[in-house]
């Protein structure tokens, strides 16, 4: 690749730690992936970090590298740069991950948790290019938000802000992993669909694709073949996501009247999924938020997919 101001994202996860080369305008240029090891001791976790830089940095010698971003697991302190005690990486406990990286690189680095960054990088780069207030949540394994005003990404006072996956819609609903009830979360995740599709195989006997792309196994059952079998026509799948479309609604009415952002990003996978209920979301909307013009705020699918950690850290240093 020429020369070029790039800035280096790495997306660090519980199994994986990905880095990649982001030009000015948001294009992930080059990749890697490595192993993590998050149950070892911190220097070890730490050279597998340095192991998917150097990589990138090896295979792109001529690259100006402006500066290095990192989402981790959190909770983490983004004015500081430390990890204080992920439960997926026990193997970092009060760790100045920033400072270790820009001691081994000699350049500027980032750290902030992947909803933050990613809701940064749609601002920057992605669907919500050009408006000023920002709500972004990705719906996945888990459900994770960020909230950005003037391309800053709003911490709150200890950094803890925006955890708006926990935020819950139902007191007497389902326990969380979080230990609150009815977390939209747990309601709304990728394995809550799958659950939702589930219960409504067992309590009946109407006939869906899903038990055949499960071969009867639905302990099985993912949001990914929920989706298949949507697709694909199949009418419980469907009822599935309308119900969760319509769980949604009632946590968004709630961000809108609390928030009233200029536009709304979803990403993630289970996000992707959701989309085909945009408007069906936007048509409710005033049903579950006393702000008369609810419906205006444009409700979009996230521009970076399975690139949104990479993408989310590298803007942690283009922004303002």
Same mark, same amino acid.
């Given at each position: 690749?020429?020369?070029?101001?790039?800035?280096?994202?790495?997306?660090?996860?519980?199994?994986?730690?990905? /880095?990649?080369?982001?030009?000015? +305008?948001? %294009?992930?240029?080059?990749?890697?992936?490595?192993?993590?090891?998050?149950?070892? +001791?911190?220097?070890?976790?730490?050279?597998?970090?340095?192991?998917?830089?150097? *990589?990138?940095?090896?295979?792109?010698?001529?690259?100006?590298?402006?500066?290095?971003?990192?989402?981790?697991?959190?909770?983490?302190?983004?004015?500081?740069?430390?990890?204080?005690?992920?439960?997926?990486?026990?193997?970092?406990? =009060?760790?100045?991950?920033?400072?270790?990286?820009?001691?081994?690189?000699?350049?500027?680095?980032?750290?902030? $948790?992947?909803? $933050? @960054?990613?809701?940064?990088?749609?601002?920057?780069?992605?669907?919500?290019?050009?408006?000023? =207030?920002?709500?972004?949540? *990705?719906?996945?394994? &888990?459900?994770?938000? &960020?909230?950005?005003?003037?391309?800053?990404?709003?911490?709150?006072? *200890?950094?803890?802000?925006?955890?708006?996956?926990?935020?819950?819609?139902?007191?007497?609903?389902?326990?969380?992993?979080?230990?609150?009830?009815?977390?939209?979360?747990?309601?709304?995740?990728?394995?809550?669909? @799958?659950?939702?599709?589930?219960?409504?195989?067992?309590? &009946?006997?109407?006939?869906?694709?899903?038990?055949?792309?499960?071969?009867?196994?639905?302990?099985?059952?993912?949001?990914?073949?929920?989706?298949?079998?949507?697709?694909?026509?199949? @009418?419980?799948?469907?009822?599935?996501?309308?119900?969760?479309? +319509?769980?949604?609604?009632?946590?968004?009415?709630?961000?809108? +009247?609390?928030?009233?952002?200029?536009?709304?990003?979803?990403?993630? &996978? /289970?996000?992707?999924?959701?989309?085909?209920?945009?408007?069906?979301?936007?048509?409710?909307?005033?049903?579950?938020?006393?702000?008369?013009?609810?419906?205006?705020?444009?409700?979009?699918?996230?521009?970076?997919?399975?690139? %949104?950690?990479?993408?989310?850290? @590298?803007?942690?240093?283009?922004?303002?």
């Amino acid at each position: 690749m020429a020369s070029e101001s790039v800035v280096l994202g790495v997306d660090i996860g519980g199994t994986k730690v990905a /880095a990649g080369l982001v030009s000015s +305008d948001g %294009a992930v240029l080059f990749k890697a992936r490595v192993p993590m090891l998050p149950a070892g +001791d911190a220097a070890a976790a730490f050279a597998a970090v340095k192991g998917a830089i150097d *990589t990138v940095l090896e295979a792109n010698p001529r690259a100006e590298l402006k500066g290095i971003g990192i989402c981790s697991p959190g909770p983490l302190d983004p004015r500081t740069g430390v990890v204080i005690n992920p439960p997926n990486l026990p193997c970092w406990r =009060n760790f100045p991950l920033a400072a270790e990286v820009e001691r081994a690189f000699g350049v500027r680095a980032r750290v902030d $948790n992947d909803a $933050n @960054a990613a809701g940064l990088a749609e601002a920057i780069w992605g669907a919500a290019r050009g408006y000023q =207030n920002i709500f972004y949540a *990705t719906i996945g394994t &888990g459900i994770g938000t &960020g909230i950005v005003f003037g391309q800053r990404i709003y911490h709150g006072r *200890t950094g803890s802000a925006a955890e708006g996956g926990h935020v819950s819609i139902d007191y007497q609903g389902p326990q969380c992993a979080c230990g609150k009830r009815g977390c939209i979360e747990v309601l709304c995740s990728g394995p809550a669909i @799958a659950q939702r599709a589930r219960a409504k195989l067992l309590e &009946g006997t109407a006939r869906s694709t899903l038990r055949e792309l499960v071969e009867g196994n639905l302990a099985e059952l993912s949001a990914e073949q929920v989706g298949e079998a949507f697709r694909a026509g199949d @009418a419980l799948a469907a009822e599935t996501l309308r119900e969760t479309a +319509d769980l949604l609604t009632v946590w968004l009415g709630s961000v809108i +009247d609390l928030l009233e952002p200029d536009v709304i990003v979803i990403g993630g &996978g /289970a996000g992707e999924l959701m989309s085909a209920f945009f408007d069906r979301i936007q048509v409710q909307l005033p049903r579950w938020s006393i702000n008369q013009r609810c419906s205006e705020i444009p409700l979009l699918k996230a521009r970076y997919g399975a690139d %949104a950690g990479i993408a989310g850290a @590298a803007a942690l240093c283009r922004a303002r």
